[in-house]
């Protein structure tokens, strides 16, 4: 159980399009999803925390209207990379909590590469 | 800010021997704290937690250790495998609500065999 899936696992765009990665809980209410990016040999940064029905809340130096975050149900989140540029290549890591608790589960990581 | 972790560091051990994975961690108020496994690839993958009040909690052939005097939290690993061979994250989740999370650096391990 709790198992948390990313679609698409990859995906390669052109530097001005927009890019939409979705993320879902597959077998439990989700509360809280978590949006990570990681750079190749670097640690997971926390890019936002999206909350079902609300605004999601993004940390300092994020740039929220680059990054469109919407958790429309307690199974879905999905992250919108906006006008993607070459520098947001990345990996992009989603993750659930369990619904009010703190354990974390993780998607398998979308990886972004703009041209 | 979020720990961002430049340059992993990394730990060579042989096949069978025991591995230790150390972690400083910055926040005082953080009481629960996780080790992750990550392969290349692939999302961070659970191994084992710790509530802040403890000091040591073990699982299947891995233990955590925790020192709250000097925020220090370490994974130990026995016997270890190849297939154990991947980045290793401690996070910690500080006591402010929200469950938000917090990764430290990384070690990569290399396992020899």
């Known amino acids: 159980g709790a198992v948390v899936s990313q679609h698409p696992s990859w995906v390669i765009c052109k530097s001005g399009t927009s890019v939409k990665i979705e993320c879902r809980s597959l077998?439990?209410?989700?509360?809280?999803m978590f949006w990570y990016r990681q750079f190749p040999k670097q640690s997971l940064m926390l890019m936002a925390t999206?909350?079902?029905?609300?605004?999601?809340?993004?940390e300092q130096g994020v740039e929220k209207d680059k990054f469109l975050i919407n958790h429309a149900s307690l199974t879905l989140s999905t992250l919108t990379v906006t006008s993607a540029h070459p520098e947001d290549s990345s990996f992009y890591i989603c993750?659930?909590?369990?619904?009010?608790?703190?354990?974390?589960?993780f998607g398998p990581g979308t990886r972004l590469t703009v041209l | 800010g979020e720990s961002v972790g430049l340059h992993l560091p990394t730990l060579s051990v042989q096949e069978g021997d025991n591995s230790i994975i150390n972690c400083a961690y910055s926040?005082?108020?953080?009481?629960?704290f996780i080790w992750y496994k990550q392969e290349s690839g692939k999302g961070p993958q659970f191994i084992i937690d710790?509530?802040?009040?403890?000091d040591k909690r073990q699982g299947q052939r891995v233990t955590v250790l925790l020192n709250k005097t000097v925020k220090h939290l370490s994974l130990q690993i026995a016997a270890t495998q190849p297939g154990d061979s991947a980045v290793y994250f401690c996070?910690?989740?500080?006591?402010?609500?929200?469950?938000?999370?917090?990764f430290g650096a990384g070690t990569r391990l290399f396992v020899k065999a």
């Open positions: 996070a910690e989740t500080p006591n402010t609500g929200g469950f938000k999370t917090i």
């Open positions: 993750s659930a909590n369990l619904r009010f608790t703190d354990t974390q589960y």
């Open positions: 926040n005082s108020a953080s009481d629960y």
């Open positions: 999206s909350n079902e029905g609300s605004k999601a809340t993004y």
């Open positions: 710790i509530r802040s009040n403890m």
């Open positions: 077998d439990f209410q989700a509360t809280t």
